[in-house]
């Protein structure tokens, strides 16, 4: 299965429509978070509303074509304003419903709340930025499927959008700052000036398909977080510019980790890891992926976690290939949750793809709908 797509202007327009009708929707001037005490105003709704472009592309662009059928699927987004909550609406699964040669099929409807249509799939995506280092998920009675979907979307992904007749290159030239009054010197070029507008790509981002599961799968795979205890992860990894040479440690990170209690191709830290690194036991720690994990030698420890290397070909960490000869320092950060009376499920996001999937099951019962279709 292909699981990746680019994502053009053309892919977005209608959600970007409706995230823009949405902000003129509120009566107020910013948009309370659901989840935060957040408030936004209209560029913080369309960074919180943008992510759910993916609910319906990743069907047309990812699934829909692992389909063998001669007709016409495109899903069908949710384009009603309501406040999805199970007090006042309901909750509507992410795909909507689908249409086949011009047919509607909904995968659910309101009746004074939304309710799933009998028979049809219940689908949610969860749709996480590529910054995004976690997949998290609280306890909300999922049923059936969720789709994991990893979202990069260029920095200026709105700029397609933004109308080059009135933001042109004549406005760069009344824009230009007089530097002989106001730049005495500046020999290593710390100051730019505006430039103009770059408009020449409509291709957005692009997203990949990181998992299909459902919700008690994913709960016994991930790391659970009850009340008051804080997660930590792994937030980064990078290739050193020059490598660690003094005062180097030769531990094998294997000595530090064992077999993943709950998915075998990972690896989970143990008390060894604790107790060299103070970690609490409020703590608990995210599993991680390695290749060759013996031939892998932590040989620094730093402020924000280690430094690694690879003593052979084959070595990867969460994802990430190790090449032999160079040097990666690993960040870690605690998400503190010592005042969060909830329960949330943890994973790395890098470990989805060893999640127990079920997208053939989702393809097969997309397909039996797609066939009932007579025209």
């Known amino acids: 299965m292909n699981k990746e797509s680019k994502i053009y202007k053309q892919d977005i327009v209608e959600r ?69 909550s199970k007090k006042v609406a309901g909750i509507a699964p992410d795909l909507f419903g689908i249409t086949v040669n011009g047919t509607d099929i909904a995968f659910t409807q309101f009746n004074n709340k939304w309710e799933p249509v009998p028979g049809m799939p219940q689908v949610e995506v969860k749709t996480f930025k590529a910054k995004d280092q976690m997949i998290t998920l609280r306890d909300q009675e999922y049923k059936e499927y969720l789709v994991f979907v990893d979202l990069d979307l260029r920095i200026d992904y709105l700029v397609p959008f933004l109308d080059s007749n009135i933001l042109n290159n004549k406005l760069v030239s009344k824009m230009k700052m007089n530097r002989e009054i106001f730049i005495k010197e500046d020999k ?34 991930a790391t659970f977080c009850g009340k008051q205890i804080s997660v930590r992860r792994m937030k980064k990894i990078e290739v050193r510019e020059k490598n660690v040479k003094k005062g180097l440690l030769h531990d094998k990170l294997s000595l530090f980790a064992n077999k993943s209690s709950r ?96 997208e053939k099951q989702l393809i097969d019962e997309l397909e039996n709908i797609i066939n009932s279709v007579d025209n």
């Not at 890891?273 to 992926?289: G, M, N, P, Q, T």
């Open 16 to 84: 970007i429509y409706f995230i823009t009708k949405l902000v003129q929707n509120q009566k107020n001037t910013t948009m309370q978070g659901a989840l935060t005490s957040k408030s936004d105003s209209m560029g913080g709704i369309f960074d919180r509303f943008i992510n759910t472009i993916s609910d319906s592309l990743i069907f047309d662009k990812v699934i829909f074509p692992q389909i063998e059928t001669n007709k016409k699927v495109k899903a069908i987004s949710d384009n009603y304003y309501y406040k999805p």
């Open 188 to 221: 290593k070029s710390k100051i730019t000036e505006v430039t103009p507008i770059n408009y020449s790509s409509d291709e957005i981002g692009n997203m990949k398909l990181l998992s299909i599961t459902n919700a008690m799968d994913f709960k016994e795979q």
């Open 263 to 358: 998915i075998n191709e990972l690896y989970e830290f143990n008390d060894l890891w604790r107790k060299r690194y103070k970690i609490e036991d409020d703590v608990a720690l995210l599993d991680f992926s390695a290749d060759n994990i013996e031939k892998i030698e932590i040989c620094k420890d730093n402020k924000e976690g280690v430094v690694i290397t690879a003593l052979g070909e084959g070595c990867s960490f969460n994802g990430t290939t190790l090449e032999v000869g160079k040097q990666y320092s690993v960040e870690f950060q605690t998400l503190n949750r010592k005042d969060n009376n909830g329960s949330e499920y943890f994973m790395q996001k890098q470990c989805a793809v060893y999640l127990k999937g079920i």
